[in-house]
């Protein structure tokens, strides 16, 4: 395994803060499981406390985990856009998702990356990274290492550099009720 990828997971593993691509745009997280850490990257972010943030995961079975039954035309949705660019959005299991990563709420983002290093750090650490862009709340999203804030830059443990393959935000669709409904159209169409 690449060295890079090998300090990311030892950093998110103890607690840590890390900066790494994705396929869409970079990325900022810290493993799900981990209040302080969860807390700290809010604070580093300026985010609103009551605006969740989405999580990215290594398999449908992660996702399992941490939501409620994926109903089976959902599941299909997975098979057919993962990874890839799709943030969907599902009832989740309340215990084992921070309230901070809901918002308050009882439902979160998933997303699997279509990019083999974020990948990596998400299977090697066994559980999901929060995944919003590396930017400070309501800043530019950061496409390529360049566009990275300096002032954010200095705040994290480590940075995986890298490249984002689409340069634009996933689309984002809510599937916790019928019809679903898709709140940000973004890298991909989805058809259903």
Known sequence: MD???EKAIEI?????IVIFP??????????IDDENAVKKLFEIRQRPRNKAVPVL??????????TKQIPQDVENLMKEYWPGALTIILQCTEVKVPKLVRGGGDTLGVRMPNHVATLNIIKNLGVPLLGPSANFSG???PYKFKD???D???LVDYIVEGECLLKKTSTVIDCTKKPWKILRSGAISVSF
């Open 139 to 141: 800043a530019k999203t």
């Open 3 to 5: 060295k890079k990828i």
């Open 22 to 31: 994705t396929d869409t745009a970079f990325g900022i997280g810290c493993r």
């Open 57 to 66: 995961i290594s398999s449908i079975d992660m996702a399992r985990e941490y």
């Open 148 to 150: 990275l804030d300096i």
């Open 152 to 154: 954010l830059v200095k």
């Open 12 to 16: 998110l593993k103890n607690g840590g």
